[in-house]
C-alpha cells in the first residue's frame, strides 16, 4: 500500500505561482511511476504530468508544458508540482496518484493506471 496526501492548494491570482507537495508514505515511494491529476467541476479528471520512479523522465499535458514542472524527492518520498503563470482555467482539484505498472510514461495517462490516490487539493486561480 502506498498512502498518498496531497498540500499546497489554495486561492491566488492569475499569474502566480503554487507549488503542490505530495507526500507518500508506505510501500517504496522510489519505485512507483507517480503523476498529477486534476478535476475541474463537470468535467473529467486529466492527467496534468507524471514522473517516471527513475526520473528525470517526465510528460506533460499540452495545456501546462513549460509552467508546471513536476519533480519528486525520493529521499524524503515526496512528488511536487511547481505550478506558474497560472491561468483561471487551472482552477480544478489536483490529485497525487501512484502506479505500479512497469509501463512507459506516455502510457501511464489515464485514471485506472495509477493504483493509489490521494484526497485532493483544491486549487483556485482568481483573474
Known amino acids: 500500500q502506498v498512502q498518498l496526501v496531497e498540500s499546497g492548494g489554495g486561492l491566488v491570482q492569475a499569474g502566480g505561482p503554487l507549488r503542490l507537495s505530495c507526500a507518500a508514505s508506505?510501500?517504496?515511494?522510489?519505485?512507483?511511476?507517480m503523476g498529477w491529476f486534476r478535476q475541474a467541476p463537470g468535467k473529467e479528471r486529466e492527467l496534468v504530468a507524471n514522473?517516471?520512479?527513475?526520473?528525470?523522465?517526465?510528460t506533460y499535458a499540452d495545456s501546462v508544458k513549460g509552467r508546471f514542472p513536476i519533480s519528486r524527492d525520493n529521499t524524503i518520498n515526496t512528488l511536487y508540482l511547481q505550478m506558474n503563470s497560472l491561468k483561471t482555467e487551472d482552477t480544478a482539484v489536483y490529485y497525487c496518484a501512484a502506479s505500479a505498472r512497469n509501463e512507459f510514461l506516455v502510457s501511464l495517462v489515464t485514471p485506472t493506471t495509477y493504483d493509489y490516490w490521494g484526497q485532493g487539493t483544491q486549487v483556485i486561480v482568481s483573474s
Open positions: 514522473i517516471g520512479w527513475r526520473s528525470p523522465d517526465t
Open positions: 508506505g510501500r517504496v515511494f522510489s519505485r512507483h511511476n
